[in-house]
């Protein structure tokens, strides 16, 4: 039997739907897609439940109508600026009869780390294994079949604020779906772009949407830092209205149009007419004049992730470098600047799904709700906590071993 698949992925700019199918043989395609203005987001927090209710009914009508069915449950992806991450650390005495480490001892040790007190306010939506140590030594990812007699277990627990999750799960009911579990938005994405090669050796996913830029780090086959920035497309829009005194719809045009990351890129012969406000007349200013104002505005963002990853000491630990994604990662020479901030090789990424996917999911705006139906095809196959410290590509290999 088929197994269907709902993801949604409330960004700042647009709502985004995606109905999945995996057929038996574990392959995931897209055959509903819809997207949404979003009004009501800001920052990737839901500010008003009722403007991003319509936004996503409309997106989900379009999937629906696209996919042929009627959506129930859904699963959601969080992410946004309240992200946080709080360390822990389990510890479990290895029963003395056993030879070895089993499932249930992990398990176990995996349930201690959880087991701490998090802020009243706040709410785990997912946790990452960084390592297991067994009688002092660390680096472990996978200590079944090992022996030893303390077993400890480095987690991370990435929290949001309550209202943050149930405001999520409050507008997916209001717009008829059921909330069927949820994962952070950027494991999704990463997820959905990277190679599992990628995933193991260390790389960064950078999702640079409009309201906030996520940084997720995935080594030896899983997420295990993230971070969230409050800037990013729309900041640099905020720039451009300032800089031209355009209004915002204007300015966020004319960045999608004619933007560049690199000032130094963009030849001054290059003109760019601009519409005139007020019954005012058009315009004409120098393309590299756009480009001037957007590169602080995009090094500035990336040295916060830059600084992030430092801080969190893993930019050593990228070997597979960075992959930037979200609809920002389109603009003109963006891989360029972050080669030079980061000094490592950057690529951009976009999903890939085999099958008749409509051109629209294979955008990098897509990569975090493609991912939300890989994550709960993923958890779905999981039976258990033992799992978590799996690679997350163990069950998605095949099909990515056929996109490569
Ligand atoms: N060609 C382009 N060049 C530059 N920026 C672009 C381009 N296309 C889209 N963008 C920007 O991408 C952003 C939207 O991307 P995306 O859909 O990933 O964001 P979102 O998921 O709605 O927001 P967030 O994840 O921050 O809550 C907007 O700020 C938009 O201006
Ligand atoms: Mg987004």
């Given at each position: 039997?088929?197994?269907?698949?709902?993801?949604?992925?409330?960004?700042?700019?647009?709502?985004?739907?995606?109905?999945?199918?995996?057929?038996?043989?574990?392959?995931?395609?897209?055959?509903?897609?819809?997207?949404?203005?979003?009004?009501?987001?800001s920052?990737?927090?839901?500010?008003?439940?009722?403007?991003?209710?319509?936004?996503?009914?409309?997106?989900?009508?379009?999937?629906?109508?696209?996919?042929d069915?009627?959506?129930?449950?859904?699963?959601?992806?969080?992410?946004?600026?309240?992200?946080?991450?709080?360390?822990?650390?389990?510890?479990?005495?290895?029963?003395?009869?056993?030879?070895?480490?089993?499932?249930?001892?992990?398990?176990?040790?995996?349930?201690?780390?959880?087991?701490?007190?998090?802020?009243?306010?706040?709410?785990?939506?997912?946790?990452?294994?960084?390592?297991?140590?067994?009688?002092?030594?660390?680096?472990?990812?996978?200590?079944?079949?090992?022996?030893?007699?303390?077993?400890?277990?480095?987690?991370?627990?990435?929290?949001?604020?309550?209202?943050?999750?149930?405001?999520?799960?409050?507008?997916?009911e209001?717009?008829?779906?059921?909330?069927?579990?949820?994962?952070?938005?950027?494991?999704?994405?990463?997820?959905?772009?990277?190679?599992?090669?990628?995933?193991?050796?260390?790389?960064?996913?950078?999702?640079?949407?409009?309201?906030?830029?996520?940084?997720?780090?995935?080594?030896?086959?899983?997420?295990?830092?993230?971070?969230?920035?409050g800037?990013?497309?729309?900041?640099?829009t905020?720039?451009?209205?300032?800089?031209?005194?355009?209004?915002?719809?204007?300015?966020?045009?004319?960045?999608?149009?004619?933007?560049?990351?690199?000032?130094?890129?963009?030849?001054?012969?290059?003109?760019?007419?601009?519409?005139?406000?007020?019954?005012?007349?058009?315009?004409?200013?120098?393309?590299?004049?756009?480009?001037?104002?957007?590169?602080?505005?995009?090094?500035?963002?990336?040295?916060?992730?830059?600084?992030?990853?430092?801080?969190?000491?893993?930019?050593?630990?990228?070997?597979?470098?960075?992959?930037?994604?979200?609809?920002?990662?389109?603009?003109?020479?963006?891989?360029?600047?972050a080669?030079?901030?980061?000094?490592?090789?950057?690529?951009t990424?976009?999903?890939?799904?085999?099958?008749?996917?409509?051109?629209?999911?294979?955008?990098?705006?897509?990569?975090?709700?493609?991912g939300?139906?890989?994550?709960?095809?993923?958890?779905?196959?999981?039976?258990?906590?033992?799992?978590?410290?799996?690679?997350?590509?163990?069950?998605?290999?095949?099909?990515?071993?056929?996109?490569?």
């Open positions: 039997m088929q197994e269907i698949y709902v993801g949604i992925d409330i960004g700042t700019k647009s709502v985004k739907v995606v109905i999945g199918e995996e057929n038996l043989g574990g392959e995931m395609t897209a055959t509903g897609i819809g997207q949404a203005r979003s009004e009501g987001v920052r990737g927090n839901i500010v008003n439940i009722e403007k991003v209710e319509k936004a996503l009914m409309n997106a989900l009508a379009d999937a629906e109508k696209m996919a069915i009627e959506a129930r449950e859904a699963f959601l992806a969080v992410g946004g600026e309240r992200l946080r991450t709080i360390a822990s650390r389990g510890v479990t005495a290895v029963p003395k009869d056993k030879e070895s480490i089993d499932a249930r001892s992990v398990s176990e040790v995996l349930r201690a780390a959880k087991a701490v007190v998090i802020p009243p306010e706040a709410v785990i939506v997912d946790s990452v294994v960084r390592e297991f140590v067994i009688d002092g030594q660390g680096g472990i990812t996978d200590p079944v079949g090992m022996s030893g007699v303390r077993m400890e277990a480095d987690v991370g627990l990435l929290v949001v604020p309550k209202t943050s999750l149930s405001n999520l799960e409050r507008t997916a209001r717009a008829g779906l059921i909330p069927d579990g949820q994962t952070v938005a950027i494991k999704a994405a990463g997820m959905a772009i990277l190679s599992p090669d990628e995933a193991e050796i260390g790389v960064a996913v950078i999702d640079v949407g409009a309201g906030s830029t996520d940084v997720g780090v995935f080594l030896r086959g899983t997420l295990v830092w993230a971070l969230s920035v800037y990013a497309g729309e900041s640099i905020k720039d451009l209205t300032v800089g031209l005194s355009l209004p915002f719809d204007t300015a966020e045009e004319l960045k999608i149009q004619f933007g560049s990351a690199l000032e130094d890129a963009v030849d001054t012969a290059e003109m760019v007419s601009i519409p005139g406000i007020g019954g005012r007349e058009a315009r004409s200013v120098q393309r590299r004049f756009l480009a001037q104002i957007m590169e602080p505005r995009i090094e500035e963002i990336l040295v916060l992730c830059k600084d992030g990853l430092l801080n969190a000491g893993l930019l050593g630990k990228l070997t597979a470098g960075i992959v930037l994604t979200g609809g920002t990662s389109l603009t003109e020479n963006i891989v360029h600047i080669e030079r901030i980061f000094d490592l090789p950057v690529r990424g976009a999903p890939d799904l085999p099958g008749q996917v409509p051109e629209i999911a294979k955008t990098p705006q897509f990569s975090t709700a493609i939300a139906i890989l994550a709960a095809s993923d958890r779905r196959h999981r039976a258990d906590l033992v799992g978590e410290n799996k690679s997350l590509w163990g069950k998605l290999r095949k099909w990515f071993v056929k996109k490569i």
